[in-house]
């Protein structure tokens, strides 16, 4: 049953907003009294902490299996795209701003969790596309790191991108094609290109 709140409650969070969601939405829409959801979650603080992890923790378990898999540097960074995309919807408002806003406790530790789970994954990334002749010899790989970081951080700044007309996934390719067309050396460019051809097919 608790697994199941924490689904439900994921969905709701994600699509309508933290703080939109209420206990009794939540029951409603489980089709349990709130009863049953308090003897899962001490409150809805709680719940909303429970279910950042939940959510986190399955996105990072996704991602360790494409890395498990033997995909070229620029397919798995595809490959890891849509892995977060399917998370993501296609609505311009997002419940970053209410997460941020009314959970910033909760909010600032996911922050910190997930800029360590992007420092690991895209800087073993870069390297292995560097040895492998994918990017750049000369791209510095700790900047190179350090600025995918804060851009993803950042396209979740609704106010820095309200008259881009993006949705959030549309902003999340778009960093993805600046990201690597900016990194990519000859053969990387070529296998780009094929990739993005496969994806158009």
Not at 137 to 154: E, P, Q, S, W
């Given at each position: 049953m608790k697994e199941e709140i924490l689904h439900k409650a994921g969905d709701l969070f994600l699509e309508y907003g933290f703080k939109s969601v209420?206990?009794?939405?939540?029951?409603?829409?489980?089709?349990?009294?709130?009863?049953?959801?308090?003897e899962y979650f001490k409150n809805k603080s709680d719940l909303v902490e429970q279910v950042a992890y939940f959510i986190r923790d399955r996105?990072?378990?996704?991602?360790?299996?494409?890395?498990?898999?033997?995909?070229?540097?620029?397919?798995?960074?595809?490959e890891i795209k849509r892995v977060v995309m399917k998370r993501l919807k296609n609505e311009k408002t997002s419940p970053q701003f209410q997460f941020q806003k009314y959970y910033p406790r909760i909010y600032s530790k996911m922050r910190e969790s997930q800029v360590c789970k992007m420092e690991d994954c895209i800087g073993r990334n870069i390297e292995r596309g560097v040895d492998e002749g994918y990017y750049r010899?000369?791209?510095?790989?700790?900047?190179?790191?350090?600025?995918?970081?804060?851009?993803?951080?950042?396209l979740k700044d609704e106010e820095l991108f309200k008259d881009s007309h993006l949705t959030p996934k549309e902003l999340y390719e778009e960093f993805l094609k600046y990201h690597l067309r900016s990194i990519?050396?000859?053969?990387?460019?070529?296998?780009?290109?094929?990739?993005?051809?496969?994806?158009?097919e």
């Open positions: 209420t206990m009794d939405h939540l029951a409603q829409e489980l089709g349990v009294s709130k009863k049953t959801i308090y996105i990072h378990a996704e991602i360790d299996l494409v890395q498990l898999k033997s995909l070229d540097p620029i397919e798995e960074m595809i010899k000369d791209i510095h790989k700790v900047f190179t790191c350090r600025i995918y970081i804060a851009g993803m951080l950042n990519v050396d000859t053969k990387g460019h070529q296998r780009l290109i094929e990739l993005e051809k496969q994806l158009l």
